[in-house]
């Protein structure tokens, strides 16, 4: 899987706790995304990350927030997770420099919330 | 705005049939094209691309897309399909503007013995 570790791979909380998902990365790609991935949606975009500290909102970026101190590592926080948020959370990351490129994948996260 | 429709949730082959998984894509530019193949409980596995040049763009396990600008499509083939092809399937646009990139729904395959 390119170089991507998520961790943790499974994960079962409570409505109402606070989450923080970890991708790290060991390709030095600048680009790196959070995606959820949902029976009949595909993936959507949650935030993605254009540089250390630099960071955007995607499609579906309520609820969550990010951080990259370092190259290698982007966080997923979930603040105050809901039952809505149960899904499957995708890294992936990507070179910079053009945007023909085409990105690559963790192994995914598979979150529940009760 | 961009988008992706997968108008097939799933398709049913036999294996050594050709196999087809169809996407239609919206965008405001240029489009850049993606397939991407997901296994049971692992992470998406790049496909194929088209970014520019010949409308049909060949791609890893024998798999091929062709684009067709006036059809606003990019359909997935394989020539013989293959029991180990069974999988879920996404195609994804990305504007020539963005750097995100926007997923259609998914379809299953199945390719049965």
């Known amino acids: 899987d390119a170089g991507i570790t998520q961790s943790p791979r499974h994960k079962v909380t409570e409505t109402g706790t606070p989450v923080t998902l970890r991708c790290h990365q060991t390709?030095?790609?600048?680009?790196m995304y959070w995606y959820r991935q949902d029976p009949g949606h595909g993936l959507r975009l949650i935030h993605y990350?254009?540089?250390?500290?630099?960071?955007d909102k995607g499609e579906v970026s309520d609820g969550y927030s990010v951080s990259r101190s370092k190259t290698e590592d982007f966080l997923l926080t979930l603040e105050s997770a809901t039952s809505s948020q149960t899904s499957v959370y995708f890294c992936?990351?990507?070179?910079?420099?053009?945007?023909?490129?085409?990105?690559?994948f963790g192994p995914g996260t598979r979150l529940t919330v009760l | 705005a961009q988008s992706v429709a997968q108008p097939e949730d799933q398709v049913n082959v036999a294996e050594g049939n050709p196999l087809t998984v169809k996407c239609t894509y919206s965008?405001?530019?240029?489009?850049?094209l993606f397939w991407y193949v997901q296994y049971p409980n692992r992470g998406l596995q790049f496909l194929l691309k088209y970014i520019t040049g010949d409308n049909l763009v060949k791609g890893s396990y024998g798999f091929e897309a062709e684009f067709n600008k006036s059809q606003t499509s990019f359909h997935l083939k394989k020539p013989s399909a293959l029991v180990s092809d069974s999988a879920l399937y996404f195609c994804?646009?990305?504007?020539?503007?963005?750097?995100?990139?926007?997923f259609g729904a998914g379809t299953t395959v199945t390719v049965r013995a």
């Open positions: 994804a646009v990305r504007d020539d503007s963005d750097y995100k990139l926007s």
């Open positions: 390709e030095n790609h600048r680009y």
């Open positions: 992936a990351i990507s070179e910079a420099g053009t945007n023909q490129a085409e990105q690559f």
């Open positions: 965008v405001s530019g240029n489009p850049y």
């Open positions: 990350s254009y540089g250390v500290k630099d960071t």
